[in-house]
C-alpha cells in the first residue's frame, strides 16, 4: 500500500502530464468537434456563433487555470536540476496562455461585432491551432520526460 508521502510524490511527478492532457484535450474536442457540430446541426449560422463564442470564452479560461496549475507545478524543485528543460515547459504554458488571451481580448471582440469577418475569424482560426499545437508539443515534451524519467514504479 502507498504512504501518504508516496502519493504526493507520485501526484506531483503525474500533474504536470494529467492537466497538460485535460487542457490538450478540451482544446480539441471543443475546436474539432463540437464548434462544428454546432454549425452542422444549429438552425442558423447566427446560433451556432453566439453558442461558439461562449465555447471558446469557457474554454480560455479553462486554459489558463490549466496553465496557471502547470507553471505552478513545473516550477524546478532544485536550482540546478532539470531547470533548461522546466523552462522549455514553461515557455509552452506562457505561450499558448498568450494565443488564448489574445484570443479572447483581441479577437473575438472584432468576431462578436462582425467586423471584418474573415480577416479575424482566419486570425482566430490560426491562433486556435497554434495554441493547440503549443499544447500538443508541451504533452509530448512531458509525455517524453515521464517516459525517460521513470521507466518502472506507478
Given amino acids: 500500500m ?27 474536442c471543443i475546436g474539432f468537434l463540437v464548434v462544428p457540430l454546432l454549425f452542422a446541426h444549429l ?12 465555447l471558446f470564452t469557457a474554454q480560455t479560461w479553462v486554459g489558463l487555470i490549466c496553465g496557471l496549475i502547470l507553471l505552478m507545478a513545473l516550477r524546478p524543485r ?9 523552462a522549455g515547459a514553461v515557455g509552452l504554458v506562457l505561450a499558448a496562455m498568450l494565443m ?7 479577437v473575438a471582440p472584432h468576431i462578436v461585432a462582425r467586423e471584418n469577418l474573415a480577416l ?3 486570425l482566430g482560426s490560426g491562433l486556435y491551432l497554434l495554441q493547440w499545437l503549443l499544447q500538443s508539443l508541451l504533452l509530448w515534451r512531458l509525455l517524453g520526460k515521464r517516459q525517460a524519467g521513470s521507466g518502472a514504479g506507478p
Avoid: D, K, Y
Fill in 78 to 86: 532544485e536550482v540546478v536540476s532539470e531547470s533548461a528543460e522546466a
Fill in 100 to 106: 488564448a488571451l489574445i484570443s479572447e481580448f483581441g
Fill in 120 to 122: 479575424w475569424h482566419s
Fill in 43 to 54: 438552425p442558423t449560422p447566427a446560433q451556432a456563433g453566439g453558442m461558439a463564442a461562449h
Fill in 2 to 28: 502507498m504512504g501518504f508521502a508516496a502519493f504526493g510524490s507520485a501526484m506531483r511527478r503525474r500533474l504536470p502530464v494529467l492537466v497538460a492532457a485535460a487542457w490538450w484535450g478540451s482544446q480539441a
